[in-house]
């Protein structure tokens, strides 16, 4: 399995503001995904990190609030812009590898995300 | 659109007893992977096990086993010999071939083994 690290750990942000989560992965992997797991809820696709394009975004998410970059194999970022209260949650990058698990998925630690 | 349900919020099992945790999903897909995640305290998401839909074979790792249920679509966890590190977060997610390994996750179940 992958080795996956997210930075930071978890943050305090003020509303209006904005904050970019790191994910890296110890190996290279085809795919890339970012979830919200909002408190005492299930994890929610936001968005699968398409390398060289454009993120594909799930319903209910949108480029400009939740930018997110893929520059090479083996790391990608999320961006929260312009912060509420509702973004509060957990973030979460998850990968899959290559090869004949490429249907599998493995989580980073997570990023908790306080707007205050 | 593809919803899987977990019907228990909450369950709690004497350390050493066997329980088990049921999932239920909706699709019309032929093709697809169920999955078994734990997410303990640490909130570090962990594979437990996985189903593929075109095995009759019940999968097996370990203490964990799943009861896969293709016609009715149920996909229940059951974990033997409970430990006290299996109190976590137990996720149900179903995985579509053909979407690019878009993964829909279930509400969880709550799980506290009790010494």
């Known amino acids: 399995s992958a080795v996956i690290s997210q930075k930071p750990s978890r943050d305090i942000c003020q509303r209006g503001t904005s904050l970019t989560i790191q994910c890296q992965v110890d190996?290279?992997?085809?795919?890339m995904f970012w979830y919200r797991q909002q408190p005492g809820q299930s994890l929610t696709l936001i968005a699968t990190?398409?390398?060289?394009?454009?993120?594909?975004?799930e319903s209910g998410f949108v480029i400009d609030k939740f930018p997110i970059s893929r520059p090479n194999l083996t790391f990608s970022t999320l961006t929260v812009s312009n912060m509420s209260p509702e973004d509060s949650s957990i973030y979460l990058c998850?990968?899959?590898?290559?090869?004949?698990?490429?249907?599998?998925?493995?989580f980073g630690p997570g990023t908790r995300l306080t707007v205050t | 659109a593809q919803t899987v349900t977990q019907s228990q919020p909450e369950m709690s099992v004497q350390e050493a007893e066997t329980v088990t945790l049921s999932c239920t999903y909706d699709?019309?897909?032929?093709?697809?992977?169920l999955f078994w995640y734990k997410q303990p305290p640490s909130r570090q998401m962990i594979l437990v096990i996985r189903?593929?839909?075109?095995?009759?074979q019940n999968a097996t790792e370990n203490r964990f086993s799943v009861n896969f249920q293709k016609a009715a679509k149920s996909f229940s966890l059951k974990i033997s010999d409970s430990q006290l590190g299996d109190t976590a977060m137990y996720f149900c997610?179903?995985?579509?071939?053909?979407?690019?390994?878009?993964?829909?996750f279930g509400t969880g179940t709550s799980l506290t083994v009790i010494p």
């Open positions: 189903q593929e839909a075109y095995k009759q």
């Open positions: 190996s290279q992997v085809t795919m």
């Open positions: 699709t019309s897909e032929n093709n697809y992977y």
């Open positions: 997610a179903f995985m579509k071939l053909d979407t690019g390994n878009q993964f829909y």
């Open positions: 990190a398409n390398q060289g394009s454009e993120a594909t975004y």
């Open positions: 998850s990968v899959a590898p290559s090869g004949a698990l490429s249907y599998e998925q493995y």
